[in-house]
Nanobody, 121 residues
Framework: QVQLVESGGGLVQAGGSLRLSCVASGRTFSSYAMAWFRQAPGKEREFVAAITWSVGSTDYADSVKGRFTISRDNAAKTVYLQMNSLKPEDTAVYYC??????????????WGQGTQVTVSS
């Protein structure tokens, strides 16, 4: 079983950048696809980005394409989300998720505790 711990959130001005990290415990990290989801106040949790376990293929929500980059380091058991050109609408709690496949952008029941990202205008 994998456990996930996110970090890197904070308060940033619009146009700024943040880098989120998600460190996984467990021996089978490299066999999981990994994804980031986010949940803004009063809204449902939504897909942000995903990366496959093998070749590192990536997928992004339309709202973050060209601004966010997901990457992973299997040796360090860590997945990253580099967020550039942040907008106030990016404000949310960001969650790391692990699973088999994210082609349908649906999460699996394996979450971290979340990290708050707040973008001021």
């Amino acid at each position: 079983q994998v456990q996930l711990v996110e970090s890197g959130g904070g308060l940033v001005q619009a146009g700024g950048s943040l880098r989120l990290s998600c460190v996984a415990s467990g021996r089978t990290f490299s066999s999981y696809a990994m994804a980031w989801f986010r949940q803004a106040p009063g809204k449902e949790r939504e897909f942000v980005a995903a990366i496959t376990w093998s070749v590192g293929s990536t997928d992004y929500a339309d709202s973050v394409k060209g601004r966010f980059t997901i990457s992973r380091d299997n040796a360090a058991k860590t997945v990253y989300l580099q967020m550039n050109s942040l907008k106030p609408e990016d404000t949310a709690v960001y969650y790391c998720n692990a699973g088999a496949d994210y082609s349908d952008h649906a999460p699996y029941d394996l979450w971290g505790q979340g990290t708050q990202v707040t973008v001021s205008s």
